[in-house]
């Protein structure tokens, strides 16, 4: 299958590694280019974003990827098949979901939709937890617009309509240094930094459900305390990952965060929930698309944040649309392949029937979105 050829090519590139990331964009570039799809490359400063068009009218979508991935070991970066499955790091968040974005774009190159202009977005750094804009927002800032977004997040060819508001929180919590032999002398930084992680995630807004999510989680994603083995710990300082659900408030989250005991609470990343409206036109299109070539498909909601939210916030419509598979971030990521085919088919069928969607989609301009 073409899907997965193309997919192999781009995992094999290791792009957590800004040298690996440069490779591969040259790469996609090159492929699109060679098969004759109008590409831009978007200068960013220290990196770059990659647009390719095709067809042209007055609905407007975007299919949004990203090529970068969460670190992994270098076997993970030489994918391999596993009966249906594509293993490897990147195939389910998203690099089978980006080729197979690639090989619709050129399909509809080859058949242009009527009265649909769809481009292909892809970025380096949607993975990327470091304050600062991402290419995404770069772009949005510079203009970028679509009467409907697609980021093909893992979804499991189900199309997600909210996914949780990111709140990152960097917490010290100090303590009394003592010598090593004599703890009791002193007050542990990090089995007290160990409490207060405790208590974050027990808060009263941790017991909050939707319709769409169970729970808000709260993660410990990094923690680092003490200078010297022999030495009680007077500093800890954690980063902690808290998603919210839509509807909650993070000045209220981060009131009950004050509560807990640490020394100081500062949020270094905040992302607010995405919340789009599964009656939107072609919202229902996309789910009807892939309903017809995967089997059931409705609107769901997601855990993990996307770039979507960069593009809501500014008042365009925006969903996760991916294939099947599982473990993403995990050590045994893997794509369903069968799924790929019926993805790259959704994707061009409902570029194909968006065109239809013209005099209400653009009667309903700006009425899609909610951040």
Not at 119 to 135: F, K
Request: glycine share 12%; aromatic share 4%.
């Amino acid at each position: 299958m073409d899907e997965v050829r193309l997919a192999e090519r781009l995992i094999a590139h290791d792009t957590s590694d800004p040298a690996g990331l440069a490779v591969a964009m040259d790469f996609v570039a090159g492929w699109l280019e060679g098969r004759g799809v109008d590409l831009t490359r978007h200068d960013l400063g220290d990196r770059e974003a990659l647009i390719a068009r095709a067809g042209s009218g007055a609905v407007r979508i975007i299919f949004h990827g990203h090529i970068d991935v969460v670190p992994g070991h270098p076997g993970q970066f030489a994918p391999r098949i596993d009966g249906d499955r594509l293993v490897g790091r990147g195939a389910y968040d998203m690099k089978a979901a980006l080729a197979a974005m690639m090989l619709a774009t050129a399909d509809l190159v080859d058949a242009p939709p009527e009265d649909v202009q769809v481009e292909l977005v892809i970025v380096p750094d949607e993975e990327r937890a470091q304050p600062g804009a991402n290419a995404t927002e770069m772009l949005v800032d510079r203009g970028l617009r679509a009467d409907l977004v697609v980021c093909g997040e893992p979804t499991d060819m189900q199309v997600g309509v909210q996914a949780k508001g990111v709140m990152i929180l960097a917490v010290e919590v100090e303590g009394r240094a003592a010598h090593g032999s004599t703890p009791w002398l002193g007050d542990n930084a990090v089995l007290r930094a160990l409490e207060v992680y405790r208590r974050l995630e027990s808060l009263p807004f941790t017991r909050a459900s939707t319709p769409l999510f169970p729970r808000p989680s709260v993660s410990l994603g990094r923690i680092a305390g003490g200078d010297a083995v022999n030495k009680v710990p007077d500093l800890c300082r954690m980063d902690v990952d808290v998603r919210y659900l839509p509807g909650q408030d993070p000045a209220e989250i981060l009131r009950q965060a004050g509560e807990v005991g640490a020394t100081s609470i500062e949020v270094t990343i905040s992302r607010p929930p995405a919340d789009t409206d599964p009656d939107h036109p072609l919202v229902r299109a996309l789910v009807d698309c892939g309903a017809e070539h995967h089997g059931a498909c409705t609107s769901v909601g997601r855990d993990g944040a996307s770039d979507g939210v960069s593009f809501i916030e500014a008042g365009v419509p925006a969903v996760e649309f991916g294939p099947v598979g599982a473990g993403h971030h995990g050590p045994d990521e893997y794509v369903d392949i069968p799924s790929l085919l019926s993805y790259r088919r959704s994707l061009a069928g409902f570029a194909a029937r968006a065109g239809a969607l013209a005099p209400v989609v653009c009667d309903g301009r700006d009425g899609g979105a909610r951040a």
